[in-house]
């Protein structure tokens, strides 16, 4: 089980996904020339060097710690790979829509003080999740590799 590539590529995968809760994926300054940023567990504000949670994003939180679990949840079934694959490519549509959650949320913030969405505004949490699906696919890969192995032993048997 942990021996195997795949092992490591998911349990990374797990990782920068539960970074999300650490890294904000917006920054941006509101009106008041405050600086605040997002981060899928709520909005802060940045007052006397400190930061202060302004607004609690509850669900965002849910599926962030669901997306980061999954692949941990994959890693023990190692001995049903189709499983393991399906897993896997559930995983990646689902990052693919939590990536687009963010991206709507993060406009929607930044609309209502009319600022536009831009590569100033954009946080290191948003590069996570492309992050997460590469490792994501080299695990499918390690798993092809595994049953490549497997069928060749079962025709030397």
Not at 69 to 80: R, S, V
Not at 131 to 146: K, N, P, T
């Amino acid at each position: 089980m942990i021996q195997r590539i795949q092992s490591i590529w998911l349990l990374l995968a797990a990782i920068i996904i539960l970074g999300l809760f650490l890294f904000p994926y917006l920054n941006y300054t509101d009106l008041v020339g405050l600086g605040k940023k997002l981060l899928v567990t709520g909005s802060y504000a940045a007052v006397n060097n400190e930061s202060v949670k302004q607004e609690s994003y509850i669900l965002q939180s849910i599926a962030t710690a669901v997306l980061g679990f999954i692949p941990i949840l994959t890693i023990f079934l190692y001995k049903n790979r189709k499983r393991q694959l399906t897993l896997i490519f559930i995983e990646i549509v689902l990052i693919c829509l939590f990536g687009i959650w963010l991206f709507v949320s993060s406009k929607d913030t930044l609309s209502l003080i009319s600022q536009p969405f831009g590569a100033q505004n954009i946080g290191v949490g948003f590069f996570l999740l492309p992050i997460a699906v590469v490792f994501l696919a080299m695990a499918i890969g390690g798993i092809r590799q595994d049953e490549k192995l497997i069928k060749s032993a079962d025709r030397l048997r």
